[in-house]
């Protein structure tokens, strides 16, 4: 959490106006640096000072404020000039106050105007706040053939406020903390006070409490290890989303979210494998045509882990394919080992991949051509790979790029490496063996004390049912039972 430097721990506002400007003025480094400024102003009988940063900061909004005061300057403020302040002049719809110079500075810090007066020991605080964001869009990665096209931000605000247009219930909760000593980012804990179980988001809020770390320039990835620990697993313990229909309706079913600031993706705690393997678009179409999109995507899943390891078993024990498979395997191998080839050809695949995410637009396409060229036509002239492990690269590579979440993809294909590493050294037994252990360790994984494999183990019939198909919004009227919610029916 936010610790307080220790040379300045609560330091009150004094009524010496001259004092404050100078406290602040030292710790903030105004007069070095160029975006943070202080403005001192008579109004009346009183003398005071705004402080404010630039680019944070709706400029235009204070100016009206203060050319509000400054038409009233000649009336006295009284015996209470913050009264005065914040009934009749301070017309804004946040005003509030603090006693500290550690909290005001804080605030400044956060694009909020502060106003302190000559001889009161109170900061007022306005909440005048124009962060640079960009307009609401779709994600590029979970994109829907029908459906909303709005999609969370980097401004906490319009990302909170998307989901109250979509949650209009008074028992919605969003409460706010700061984490990173320098940074102090905004991060909200999101729930539904209702439903969402208490263990739970007391446990969220504890492991936040008990985080120190100077910044979270990596944003939900860094707060993501805090909270659930870094471990050599490469599952995805947590789940992301940009769309706002998809974070309200894991509010509905129990779950508790976290909006950072500055980030677009919400974390969605907590989760299962089955989770990440489902998509909004299922939900965008008829309970059939969507449990058919979901089957399709469930076997290029499967396939991009054990398709190319398969192949590669069958092409180096010919002997275990039943007659009608006999076509399987290379016709000619060439003088590059096939192991070689399948490694090759995987880590150009994935050289691609961030070769593309790296590659301006307007080259974009060019890039493609040059890679679908030289791998796909000149890599199979000069023997280097074998057209064969070109076709299941792809074919797994379709899988990745089908699935959902685009963590998962990489865990898989992590685990696609190790099965392959396995049948070369240990043939079929290392194939069945490596299967084993994946298996055995996303059993055994758990994300926030909840069973990672649920509902396959532990075992639960109606929610695996739902797992496997899609099914119609009036079927489904019970929450996950996972979450442990308050309330098991929706209504």
Do not use: C
């Amino acid at each position: 959490m936010v610790l307080a430097q220790n040379d300045s721990l609560h330091v009150p506002v004094s009524p010496d106006l001259d004092e404050n400007i100078r406290i602040i003025k030292d710790r903030l480094g105004i007069g070095t640096s160029f975006d943070l400024g202080v403005r001192e102003l008579q109004l009346g009988e009183k003398r005071m000072a705004v402080f404010y940063l630039n680019g944070l900061t709706d400029n235009g909004m204070f100016v009206l404020i203060l050319n509000e005061m400054m038409n009233q300057a000649g009336e006295a403020l009284g015996r209470d000039p913050f009264q005065a302040l914040m009934a009749k002049y301070a017309t804004h719809v946040q005003v509030e106050t603090r006693r500290t110079l550690d909290e005001a500075i804080d605030l400044i810090l956060t694009g909020l105007f502060v106003i302190i007066v000559d001889g009161h020991g109170e900061a007022l605080i306005l909440d005048g706040r124009m962060y640079p964001n960009r307009s609401p869009e779709e994600p590029d990665t979970e994109r829907v053939v029908r459906g909303a096209r709005d999609g969370f931000t980097e401004s906490i605000i319009i990302n909170t406020a998307l989901t109250r247009r979509r949650l209009r219930d008074e028992r919605l909760r969003l409460e706010i903390t700061h984490i990173g000593e320098r940074s102090k980012t905004d991060v909200a804990l999101v729930y539904l006070r209702d439903v969402a179980d208490p263990g739970l988001v007391q446990l969220i809020r504890d492991r936040l409490e008990k985080i120190e770390v100077d910044g979270l320039p990596m944003a939900e990835k860094s707060l993501q290890e805090f909270l659930i620990g870094q471990t050599w697993n490469p599952y995805p313990l947590v789940r992301y989303t940009e769309r706002p229909d998809v974070a309200v309706q894991h509010l509905l079913e129990g779950h508790v979210l976290l909006y950072v600031d500055t980030s677009p993706s919400i974390m969605i705690m907590p989760t299962t494998f089955f989770h990440h393997v489902q998509h909004a678009e299922e939900y965008r179409q008829t309970p059939v045509t969507g449990a058919y999109l979901r089957w399709v995507r469930f076997i290029g899943i499967v396939a991009s882990i054990f398709l190319l390891p398969l192949w590669f078993l069958y092409a180096v024990e010919p002997g275990m394919l039943p007659d009608w498979l006999s076509f399987i395997g290379p016709k000619n191998t060439g003088k590059v080992p096939l192991i070689i080839q399948i490694l090759t050809a995987e880590i150009g695949l994935d050289l691609m991949r961030m070769a593309a995410v790296h590659t301006p637009t307007p080259l974009a396409t060019a890039m493609g051509i040059i890679a679908a060229v030289l791998v796909g036509d000149v890599a199979i002239k000069v023997g280097l790979i074998g057209p064969e492990v070109i076709l299941y690269i792809a074919f797994a590579a379709i899988g990745l790029f089908a699935t959902p979440s685009y963590e998962l993809s990489l865990a898989n294909r992590l685990a696609r490496l190790l099965l392959i590493l396995a049948v070369f050294f240990f043939k079929a037994e290392g194939f069945i063996v490596g299967t084993t252990v994946i298996l055995i360790v996303l059993v055994l994984t758990r994300s926030l004390n909840t069973p990672y494999m649920w509902p396959l183990m532990p075992y639960n019939g109606p929610a695996l049912l739902h797992v496997l198909f899609r099914m119609s919004v009036p079927y489904t009227k019970r929450r996950p039972s996972i979450v442990h919610p308050q309330n098991t029916i929706k209504n």
